[in-house]
Nanobody, 122 residues
């Protein structure tokens, strides 16, 4: 079992930056695939970014603005978000998968955090 706790969300203005953190416990962190998803009101949850060993993946709308990284010594995955836009407003969820994967679907992930709200005002 893996427990995930996100932090770092908040209310910012367009163009600002935020860094989300997700602390994991309960399993060898280095072997986990870690992902970030988001869900805006009235919309489906969507993949944002993921990291599996040294490979990273991003949805097109955040490429060049967001960066995912993983600190195995701290059992923590980060999502650095730059040049935030109002359309980035959503609840952001951290997810962990037991298998190495580049799959960007929710089904590839086995564990989920409770989410952290990110609101970007125009």
């Amino acid at each position: 079992q893996v427990q995930l706790v996100e932090s770092g969300g908040g209310l910012v203005q367009a163009g600002d930056s935020l860094r989300l953190s997700c602390a994991a416990s309960g399993r060898t962190f280095a072997t986990l695939t870690m992902g970030w998803f988001r869900q805006a009101p009235g919309k489906e949850r969507e993949f944002v970014a993921g990291i599996s060993w040294s490979s990273t993946a991003y949805t097109d709308s955040v490429k060049g603005r967001f960066a995912v990284s993983k600190d195995n010594a701290k059992n923590t995955v980060y999502l650095r978000m730059n040049s935030l836009k109002p359309e980035d407003t959503a609840v952001y969820y951290c997810a962990a998968g037991r298998r190495p994967t580049t799959d960007q679907t929710m089904g590839a992930y086995d564990y989920w955090g409770q989410g952290t709200q990110v609101t970007v005002s125009s």
